[in-house]
Every structure is written in structure tokens, then in C-alpha cells.
């Protein structure tokens, strides 16, 4: 195929998005000229490359649709329904001719005569009314010239007007639109002249390079660590790495608007045929997300639209007999949060009824009527994504909604995002996708085993539990060859990454040395997997594996480390699966909707910190990591302390005066600990990090009220550390005003 | 691809051609690998060790922004493993790209098609197929090998047939 075809072929596809678009806006604004404008370049656009370029058949359909078009422009035709459903058929009949062009570089023989008499049907009360067209051609006669002081104001939307009642009007439109003209393409120009196209396999290939990079700039910063004069090079180094890698990463960014605009369209073809009636509200089409997995999150995205419909939003009839508004809504919002996307979809329809859920639960067997029976609603949702749910198509027609349900969640989840479900019987139903913003580059933990660095994905990573020497023996507990340990009064089935990877060796527990318990959380499976060493966390440049290596299936990939050693990154769910870790499908779903009542309760727990031997408490939900580093790496912006990490600069709050009491000692090490305060990190000094422990509330006497700042933990009025008193890093340097303030949060 | 595997396979007797072989010393045997499937030469090589990888596979090397598998030509024809690093012939093959783990690369040799003999029928079966016949070189055998029968996927497939 030469250039030339390809170049429309994009181009033309691109055109046809905008008219798809288009189109289910003017359903709803039958009257906007500007929607039919666009409509009728996107389609003049194509008639005429392809008369160039000689594709016959694309040529006669689409000048069969300008021409009805041209009366919709003229304003002699109404946007109705059915002039609608013509063009959304005109659409799919070009779109059909593009893809066998694609494919076979030909235009195929199809026959198009029987949409071709369908548009051309539709233009015929039109010309029933001809005294309209001659009023109207007068106006679009007038040459846009004249108007040309007035083009810089945009039309205003037309007033709906019943189509041939107001002539007057209808000229005045005619013109508006005629004026416009002009000025748009101008303003497109300017913006295809400002972007350009560029080829994924490229920009996949700038991200590999800038991985590359990224490694080897660990290397390069570990290297000169020690060597004075290299400082300000690397720190330099490391600044443009950040910056390169931020800017590739946001070259593969997309608008979420490229699948939310897919929408409008599924969801009237969807409510036509359903005999629903729904509108679709639409928010933050412009959050960026990169475009693998945008791609990734397309069909499981279309799936909740269309159970939205088919189980969510009732017929209008039996809305409006249960005090609703006939029409449903049904919403879709993208928002980004932190290091996350969120994609909502949302409807206010019937809700799941929870009760049949229950029932066919039972029937199905995956669930005992005994434990079926103490759940609770929350986690009686949670079964409609067990996978052998979903097949049950009789529960979908009279339930909630239930088709593929675990597919969607497994879509999801395999690019490292979450899913979660609200819904409520009679007020609608809540579906939330929590996807990660990139792929490419992942925090992991590097642990040892069998002498070996292995990268975990801190995602999975609930938390880790240190076994010291000489304890190994009696923490870790066996019924028969199974081994268990006890993390907060309930047993944790192990797996030992030596003996799961070295199967024929002879294994034993070390006892003489540290063991460490990974606790992992994979698709629902706990599990504490048993290393024998910790590492720093990292940043990991993920790199696909041989297939021969993949069919192992405990690897997801190999990177490149800091220290220039390949580490192979482990896949928890793979070392679940090997490791005969399963859940029977009511533990599943218990554990479920535990995981989501101790999300509802982590901001009760806390961290006990001990900084200049007081006792502090920092809200366990908000600590991000702990990290001992020697005192050497706090840097100072006045007389702020901050630490850089990977070009990232971390405030660090020291009202303990942790870092004035170690000062003078070179080798001293302190501990910080990272925390999310609103969407930045901030760091805290201290010197001990104690226990985490549930906090209590406490009530000011007297009044009853509950006391902010200070909580009961461990039986000890504790301070709360207010995350957000720590100053933001100033722009210039200044003064933080808040400073003694902060002091006595965490006195 | 294949068309630079076909003169390993058949002599043709018609027109003596000259071809480049890159020699490449294991054990006692020189073995040579056409250079046209060579991408680059990687020498004193430790690879990271793959637990429970297929036995053939000698690790992952770091080459060019890429993690690699490497083929352990040892392992391959059951000699016992070398201590110490090993020099790796990056090879291209239909199936991508992947190491090849030899004690030592030694010179290229032009050796010429008037000089091959295919493998003799006393070759075990193993060795049948890795091996395209040899060279006659002045003083020893240069034994070629088949890049094509030694990609790891191949290899995978037939260790589990």
C-alpha cells in the first residue's frame, strides 16, 4: 500500500471518529449547526480524496451522504431520528469500505445500492418543501466574505425551532454556519501543523531507550557515589533522566476520550435495542493514560456499559412506576488520583439484587447455604466475580448484572489495576477500575534467594515481617509438610522461594540467620513468601522474557539492576497457583470484603514512631515505605532538610530533632518514613519505628466531642504527626511559618 | 535466513564457494558458526542463573537493552559445566535473538564449500541435528553448527516431545 492510501486511511478514520461523535451529539441538539458542519466536512473530506485516488465505490456512498448532508447544512431537512440512523449507516458503510481497503488494497465489490436508496429516501421531504431551499440558498448564497468581522464569534446554539415554521430563523442560521466556516479550518491548521504523527513501534522502542537509561544512570550514581568531584555531574544526569523519562512517558499518553467517545454510540445502539431510555453523562475525557493500557482497558470498559444497560437501568415503564425519571443515566468519569487512573461507571438503576446473588450462589455450588447466609451484602457482591458465576446466564436476566464479570476483574488486574463494586438496591450501581498510569516501569522489592536478586511488584506486597535469628524455629508452624505463621492471630500459609525454586535440593529452615516473610496479596490469594534477604526497593525497567522462559510461569519478566545484576521479576499469582495456594470460593469472597473493611479501617491503625524518646503516631493508611539511610544523604535547602530520591525531592520533617541529635556523627543512620499527604510525599525523621497498633478514639470531657491530633494507642495518649502541617517545598526559598506549629503536633 | 542454511546442508559441486566461519573452541572441538548469523561477540560473560529453567538454558545475559537467553552449547552436548566466565556469540535466528554459551572464540576462517563433508552416519542422533557437517581444515575438523537448531524455543520444543 503506498503512502499516499495509508495517509487517508488514517486521516479518514480519524474523520470518522469525529463524525461518530458528532452524530450522538446531535441527537441531542438536532439544531447545531456546527455538529452538522463537521459532520459534512468529515464526509466531503473523504468523497473527495477518494475521487483522487479512485476508489469508485467509497466515492458514490459517500457523495450519496453529502448530498443529504448538504440539505441537513442548508437547514431544509430536520436531524430527526431516522435522518440519524441514515448517517450512523452511512458511517459503518464507510467505515466497512476503509477496512477492505486496508486489508486487501482494494475497495471490494460490495454492494452499496440499498443504503444508497435509503439516503437518498431520507432527502425527500426535503424537496417536497422547495420553497424553503430557495429561501435558504439565498442566505447561504451571500458571500462569506462579507460577514467576515463577524467570523471571530462562534454561532451561537440555535434556539430549538421546529424546522420550517421559522423561516427568518432558518436563513439566519444558514448563514451563521457560513460564516463559521471559514475560521475553522484555519484554527485546524495551526494544529496539525503543531503535532505530528508518530509511529508506536517508535515511541515503544524511546520508552526501551529510556529504560536503558534509566538503568544506567542507577549504575552510573552508584559508581560515583563516593567520588566528590562526580557529584554534580550525576546529580545533573540524574535530572535530565528524570525529565526524559517523564516526557516519553507523556508522549504515550492518550485523552481517555479515544474509548469514551466509542461510548455514545454503544450506548444508543444498546438502549434502542433494549427499549431503554438512557442518557450518557460524560467527565474528564481529557485524563491521560498510556496507550497500551488504554487499549487493555477498552473491552472490559464496553462490557460494564453494556451491563449497565442490559442489567442496570430498567425499561422506562417500570422507572416510572418506581418514582424515576423514564430516562436513566448512565455516567462515565475519568479521574486521575495520585499515580492512578480512575474509571467510573456509573448508572441509576435497579441495583444487584443481592438476595438472588445469594440464591444462585448456592445453586451453583460455590458457595455452602450455612456460609451464604452470614455474609453480609457487601460481601455477597463480592461472588458475582467468581469466575464460574459469570457463566450463569439465567441470573443475569433476573438479577444484576453478572456477564464476565470476572473477566473484566482479570482484564484489570493482569495490568496491575483494581476493580471495585458499590451498588444499592433500587438508587444504581457503581463500577470503579483503578488503573495504574504506566507499565513500563514499576516500584518492585529486590529480594534474595538461592543466592539470587528477585524482584517483587511492590502491588502485590501487603507487608513484610522480619523473622530474627533464632526464632525461625518456633514462629514458623507446620501441620504435617505445610507450613503457616501466625501474622495477628490468623494463619498464613507459607511458601518457601528456595524450595519452590530449587525442588530436588534438600531444604531446611535456616534458623542461625534472618528470615523474611513477604506477605503477598495475589488476585484474593494471601500468602507470606519466605526469602532469605531484603533489598532496596527500585524502580524496575520491566523486560520481557524469552518464551521459553515464560512457560516456567513464575517469571513475568527479567531487569536490569541498580548494581548491573539481572534480577528475574516474580508473578505472585503464578507463585500462588505453583504453590497450591487457592482459596475455596467462600474464603474468596470473605476475604474479599475483609480486605475492604480493613481499607475502611487502616486509618484507624497507626504507626508508633519514637523520634528524641517521645512517642508519636503517624496514620498507618498514609506511610508509603520506611527507609534507613545514613545521614549523609539528607541534603539541605536553607535550613529545610530534604532527600533526594531518584531526582525526586522529599520534604523531610525533623520537629523530633532526630537529625540535629545525630549531626557530627558521619556513620549515623536515621529513618525516615515516607508518606502520602494529599498527592505529595513527605518524609518524617525518626529513630525508632515502634509497633503499629490500632488506634482509639478519644473524647474531650465534657463535651463528648472527639479530639483531633491525639489518639489511644497501646492504653497511651499518643500525638498524632498532622501530615499535612509539613510545609511544601518552596518555589524560592522562604521560611515555613508553621514550623513550631508542627513541633507540637508532634510533641 | 534459510538461504545462508542451505550451503551448510548440501555441497554443491557445481560452483566451490568461499564462506566466513567464526571458530569457536569447546573442550577439545572446534565448532564453527557462520558469521552471517553473528550479531556481536560477547566476551567473558557471567549469566544469571534461571531456577527451574529448562537444562539447556544457561542463563540471562544483559546485551543492548534486552535481557537474552543463552543456550549452554555444554550442557548441550553433556559436557560437564566450566567454571569461570564464558564468551557468548549473540545469534539472530528465525525465532529472534539468543546467546550461545562456548568456552572461547577464537578467528574467523574462510573455509571453502569444496572442503565440507556432511555429518558421518556414526553421529548420534542428538548431535545429528545441531551439527551441519564439518570443514576439513588443514590440520583439524571445524564441526558447523546450526543456528537454527539451536534456538532455544526448538530446543524447548523438542526436549518436550
Redesign the interface.
Known amino acids: 500500500m503506498d503512502e499516499l492510501t495509508r495517509e487517508f486511511l488514517i486521516e479518514s478514520q480519524e474523520g470518522l471518529d469525529r463524525m461518530e461523535r458528532c452524530l450522538t451529539d446531535l441527537e441531542e441538539r438536532p439544531q447545531d449547526a456546527g455538529l452538522i458542519g463537521d459532520i459534512f466536512r468529515s464526509v466531503h473530506t473523504i468523497k473527495g480524496t477518494t475521487g483522487f485516488l479512485g476508489f469508485k465505490r467509497l466515492e458514490k456512498l459517500a457523495h450519496a451522504g453529502e448530498n443529504l448532508l448538504g440539505l441537513l447544512r442548508e437547514g431544509k431537512l430536520a436531524a430527526n431520528q431516522q435522518v440519524i440512523t441514515g448517517l450512523l449507516q452511512l458511517l459503518d458503510g464507510l467505515r466497512g469500505i476503509l477496512k477492505t481497503i486496508e486489508a486487501e488494497n482494494a475497495e471490494g465489490t460490495g454492494e452499496d445500492a440499498a443504503l444508497i436508496a435509503r439516503l437518498e429516501e431520507l432527502q425527500l421531504p426535503a424537496k417536497a418543501e422547495a420553497k424553503h431551499a430557495v429561501h435558504a440558498r439565498a442566505g447561504a448564497a451571500t458571500p462569506p466574505g462579507a460577514h467576515a468581522p463577524l467570523a471571530k464569534t462562534p454561532a451561537p446554539p440555535a434556539p430549538a425551532h421546529v424546522v420550517g415554521k421559522n423561516e427568518p430563523v432558518e436563513a439566519v442560521q444558514g448563514l451563521a454556519e457560513a460564516e463559521t466556516d471559514p475560521a475553522r479550518p484555519r484554527a485546524q491548521a495551526t494544529a496539525a501543523e503543531s503535532s505530528l504523527r508518530v509511529d508506536v513501534t517508535l515511541l515503544n522502542r524511546m520508552m526501551n531507550l529510556v529504560g536503558e537509561l534509566v538503568l544506567t544512570r542507577n549504575q552510573v550514581l552508584q559508581a560515583t557515589s563516593a567520588d566528590p568531584n562526580m557529584t554534580l555531574l550525576s546529580r545533573r544526569l540524574d535530572m535530565v533522566t528524570a525529565d526524559l523519562r517523564e516526557s516519553v512517558m507523556k508522549a504515550r499518553m492518550q485523552p481517555v476520550s479515544n474509548i469514551f467517545s466509542k461510548m455514545p454510540r454503544i450506548v444508543r445502539d444498546l438502549s434502542q435495542g433494549l427499549g431503554r431510555r438512557v442518557r450518557l453523562q460524560v467527565e474528564g475525557q481529557d485524563t491521560e493514560l498510556d496507550k497500551s493500557l488504554l487499549e487493555a482497558i477498552k473491552d472490559p470498559l464496553t462490557h460494564a456499559v453494556r451491563n449497565a444497560l442490559d442489567h442496570g437501568i430498567e425499561p422506562p415503564a417500570e422507572r416510572e412506576a418506581a418514582g424515576k425519571d423514564p430516562e436513566g443515566t448512565l455516567k462515565l468519569r475519568a479521574v486521575q488520583e495520585g499515580s492512578h487512573v480512575l474509571i467510573e461507571v456509573s448508572d441509576d438503576g435497579a441495583g444487584i439484587a443481592v438476595e438472588r446473588v445469594r440464591q444462585k450462589a448456592i445453586e451453583r455450588g460455590l458457595i455452602t447455604a450455612e456460609r451464604a447466609n452470614q455474609l453480609v451484602e457487601r460481601e455477597l457482591l463480592q461472588l458475582i466475580f467468581l469466575p464460574g458465576f459469570s457463566t450463569a446466564a439465567a441470573v443475569t436476566n433476573v438479577s444484576g448484572r453478572g456477564v464476565g464479570m470476572d473477566v473484566v476483574r482479570t482484564n484489570v488486574e493482569k495490568i496491575g489495576g483494581k476493580v471495585e463494586l458499590d451498588s444499592r438496591a433500587g438508587k444504581g450501581t457503581t463500577l470503579r477500575l483503578r488503573i495504574p498510569l504506566t507499565l513500563a516501569i514499576i516500584p518492585a522489592l529486590i529480594v534474595r534467594s538461592v543466592n539470587q536478586s528477585f524482584a517483587l511488584p511492590q502491588g502485590a506486597l501487603s507487608e513484610l515481617v522480619h523473622v530474627p535469628p533464632g526464632q525461625a524455629a518456633t514462629a514458623i508452624e507446620w501441620i504435617e509438610n505445610a507450613p503457616l505463621y501466625r501474622l495477628r492471630g490468623k494463619l498464613l500459609p507459607l511458601v518457601f522461594l528456595d524450595r519452590l525454586l530449587m525442588p530436588g535440593v534438600e531444604h531446611r529452615v535456616a534458623t542461625e540467620r534472618d528470615n523474611f516473610i513477604a506477605v503477598l496479596d495475589a488476585d484474593g490469594r494471601r500468602f507470606g513468601l519466605v526469602v532469605d534477604g531484603l533489598a532496596d526497593p527500585e524502580e524496575i525497567v520491566v523486560k520481557p522474557l524469552s518464551s521459553v522462559l515464560k512457560t516456567i510461569g513464575l517469571y513475568s519478566g527479567a531487569t536490569v539492576l541498580g548494581n548491573a545484576d539481572l534480577a528475574l521479576i516474580l508473578d505472585p499469582g503464578a507463585i500462588a497457583l505453583k504453590a497450591g495456594v487457592t482459596m475455596r470460593a467462600e474464603e474468596e469472597a470473605a476475604r474479599a470484603a475483609d480486605s475492604e473493611v480493613e481499607e475502611e479501617k487502616k486509618n484507624l491503625d497507626y504507626l508508633l514512631v519514637e523520634a528524641a524518646e517521645r512517642q508519636a503516631a503517624v496514620p498507618l493508611g498514609d506511610v508509603l515505605r520506611i527507609e534507613q539511610i545514613p545521614l549523609s544523604r539528607i541534603e539541605y535547602i536553607g535550613y529545610r532538610p530534604v532527600l533526594n530520591f531518584d531526582g525526586q525531592l522529599l520534604p523531610v520533617e525533623d520537629s523530633g530533632g532526630v537529625l540535629a541529635a545525630a549531626q557530627g556523627n558521619p556513620d549515623a543512620q536515621i529513618i525516615v518514613v515516607v508518606c502520602r499527604e494529599g498527592s505529595r510525599h513527605v518524609g518524617i525523621a525518626v529513630s525508632h519505628v515502634l509497633d503499629v497498633a490500632a488506634g482509639g478514639d478519644l473524647f474531650e470531657a465534657g463535651t463528648a466531642q472527639r479530639t483531633g491530633g491525639v489518639t489511644l494507642l497501646k492504653d497511651r495518649v499518643t500525638g498524632v504527626v498532622d501530615l499535612g502541617g509539613v510545609a511544601p517545598l518552596p518555589a524560592t526559598e522562604q521560611a515555613p511559618a508553621e514550623w513550631s506549629q508542627i513541633a507540637e503536633t508532634v510533641a | 535466513m534459510s538461504t545462508a542454511a542451505v550451503p551448510l546442508n548440501r555441497k554443491d559441486k557445481s560452483a566451490v564457494t568461499l564462506v566466513e566461519m567464526c571458530s569457536v573452541r569447546l573442550g577439545q572441538t572446534l565448532f564453527g558458526v557462520p558469521i552471517t548469523h553473528i550479531l556481536e561477540i560477547v566476551g567473558s560473560a557471567r549469566p544469571?542463573?534461571?531456577?527451574?529453567?529448562?537444562p539447556f538454558?544457561g542463563g540471562?545475559?544483559?546485551y543492548r537493552?534486552?535481557?537474552?537467553?543463552t543456550v549452554s552449547l555444554r550442557q548441550l552436548l553433556g559436557l560437564p559445566p566450566k567454571d569461570g566466565p564464558q564468551d557468548i556469540l549473540v545469534l539472530e535466528s528465525s525465532g529472534?535473538c539468543?546467546g550461545l554459551l562456548v568456552d572461547s572464540v577464537g578467528e574467523v576462517l574462510t573455509v571453502s564449500s569444496a572442503d565440507h563433508e556432511p555429518n558421518p552416519s556414526i553421529l548420534d542422533q542428538r548431535r545429528r541435528t545441531l551439527f551441519a557437517g564439518a570443514y576439513k581444515l588443514k590440520d583439524s575438523l571445524l564441526v558447523m553448527l546450526d543456528p537454527e537448531q539451536l534456538e532455544?524455543?526448538r530446543?524447548?520444543a523438542a526436549q518436550a516431545a
Open positions: 544469571q542463573p534461571v531456577p527451574l529453567a529448562p538454558v540471562l545475559v544483559h537493552g534486552d535481557v537474552l537467553t529472534g539468543f532455544p524455543m530446543l524447548g
